[in-house]
């Protein structure tokens, strides 16, 4: 019964340290001087598919979905027709498969810490399904894109950006 107890107490730690209470609002009204928006529509090629299934680190831990990312890296040239297909109709039906979005908490303990009784000796890693993670690359990668080029991030803004 004592080890089940110090396990809650430890989890219930983590938790707190891992997932902190939301802030308080701030209403305070901030000028902003915003870009003009722009008008890009921006579709998913095959091409940005295949690049990012090939840049999968082949032996990754699973995701829930238990594919392994070195069949998808070697079998690109095979599924980026389906899957340039299943993307375009989620990105243009706003649909969003919640399979694919289920993910795996892993926390591990840091190594060389002096003490583990204390959360900022864990980490944790996020496990997510591969084709989730496919998809979101290829968006993360168009929205780089068009920050840079239509210049909608501040000039002192290094953090994040390619080169």
């Not at 297909?85 to 694919?100: D, H, M, S, V």
């Not at 959360?119 to 290829?138: D, E, F, G, Q």
């Not at 168009?142 to 080029?149: A, F, P, R, V």
Request: aromatic fraction near 12%; charge should be positive; glycine fraction near 4%.
């Amino acid at each position: 019964m004592k080890l089940f107890f110090l396990m809650e107490d430890k989890s219930n730690a983590l938790a707190a340290a891992f997932f902190p209470p939301k802030p308080a609002q701030d209403h305070t009204e901030v000028r902003h001087k915003y870009p003009r928006p722009c008008q890009v529509h921006n579709k998913i090629t095959r091409e940005q598919i295949r690049k990012q299934l090939k840049r999968l680190k082949p032996y990754k831990a699973l995701g829930p979905d238990g594919i392994p990312n070195i069949i998808l890296s070697k079998c690109a040239n095979l599924l980026e027709d389906r899957l340039f297909f299943i993307y375009t109709a989620i990105l243009e039906g706003n649909l969003q498969y919640k399979p694919w979005k289920a993910f795996i908490t892993v926390v591990l303990r840091k190594p060389g810490k002096a003490r583990y009784d204390i959360p900022k000796s864990y980490r944790l890693i996020a496990l997510i399904n591969t084709m989730w993670k496919v998809l979101m690359a290829v968006i993360a990668e168009q929205i780089t894109y068009l920050s840079e080029k239509f210049q909608l991030l501040p000039k002192n803004h290094f953090g994040g950006r390619p080169r």
